[in-house]
């Protein structure tokens, strides 16, 4: 059940990052993905992420961050 929760939670985070790139609003897309980062970091330190869940939105992630890092007004 725990362990669900943290994917709805990252699912959710992802969801909206995708959701404010498709309507360019790029500033709301950094802070997704801002917050994707902090929560994955969060959940690693805690425990609460396996290692195996962790590396594959970890890379998910850094995938959007280097397709953003140009995006700037």
Do not use: P
Request: no cysteine.
């Amino acid at each position: 059940m725990f362990k669900k929760k943290i994917h709805v939670e990252l699912d959710a985070i992802l969801q909206d990052l995708r959701v404010n790139l498709e309507n360019n609003y790029k500033d709301l897309a950094h802070d997704a993905l801002k917050r994707l980062h902090a929560t994955l970091e969060d959940h690693k330190t805690n425990g609460t992420l396996k290692e195996k869940d962790y590396l594959k939105y970890k890379k998910i992630a850094d995938d959007y961050s280097k397709r953003m890092e140009h995006y700037h007004h």
